[in-house]
């Protein structure tokens, strides 16, 4: 696989976006992008903390579990590792959302929690993406969205991980993966703000020289895996 990981505050003054992968076999790895909830206390340490259990996890117990079951259980351990930050930090409200790709030989595992994003592209052609966990999403599946009703609740996300009781099932898709297929995880400043078609179809190395040098007209921070099979 070839993997390039980035991620940068941009004009913000703290970056609350974690990326982290690790190898788990020659055909299989798993990779985790976090984005800190900059509405509640230490977004930075709540996706920190979040991702990093996430793969600990996964890293420890791959015979233990199907592998739908295997991404389900390391959020849910990863969500009782931040109620028990919450505490160590005097209990207030933390959160961050996620995406998750596991993958295994000739299958990837995605989930998801929030606004963060999995794209997969084949021969350069955009094959799927993850629908945002969010009140914009919600109400464009309703009806037209106006620029003011945009702006109001673009930062609004439905699910989330809290540390508190998880009611939902995690949702897992699973896809196919043959060899050159890419798969791009994104936190909402990198998809908002820059064109994700293009970094995705580059063959040639990202240049993160020149997205560094757009750090001061970012205005959120922006992150990103991408992961050519």
């Known amino acids: 696989m070839n993997i390039t990981e980035y991620s940068n505050k941009g004009s913000r003054t703290v970056n609350q976006d974690y990326v982290i992968h690790r190898s788990l076999s020659a055909d299989s790895a798993i990779f985790v992008l976090a984005d800190g909830m ?30 739908e079951d295997l991404i389900r259980e390391s959020i849910a351990f990863a969500n009782d590792a931040l109620m028990v930050k919450r505490m160590e930090l005097g209990g207030k409200k933390m959160g961050t959302v996620i995406a998750v790709l596991l993958i295994l030989n000739s299958q990837a595992y995605i989930a998801w929690l929030g606004d963060s994003r999995v794209y997969k592209f084949s021969k350069s052609k955009m094959e799927f993406w993850t629908i945002d966990h969010s009140i914009v999403q919600q109400l464009s599946n309703k009806m037209a969205i106006t620029s003011s009703i945009y702006e109001k609740y673009a930062a609004i996300v439905t699910r989330a991980i809290m540390g508190d009781e998880i009611k939902e099932e995690i949702p897992i898709e699973v896809l196919s993966v043959a060899k050159g297929d890419t798969f791009l995880l994104c936190s909402d400043g990198f998809y908002k703000q820059l064109p994700v078609e293009e970094y995705a179809a580059s063959c040639d190395k990202i240049n993160l020289k020149c997205l560094d040098d757009m750090a001061p007209d970012m205005d959120d921070n922006y992150s990103f895996i991408k992961v050519t099979v």
Do not use: D, L, R
């Open 38 to 67: 900059g509405g509640y206390s230490h977004g930075e340490i709540a996706a920190q903390t979040v991702a990093t259990k996430i793969v600990s996890f996964i890293e420890k117990n791959m015979t233990n579990y199907s592998p």
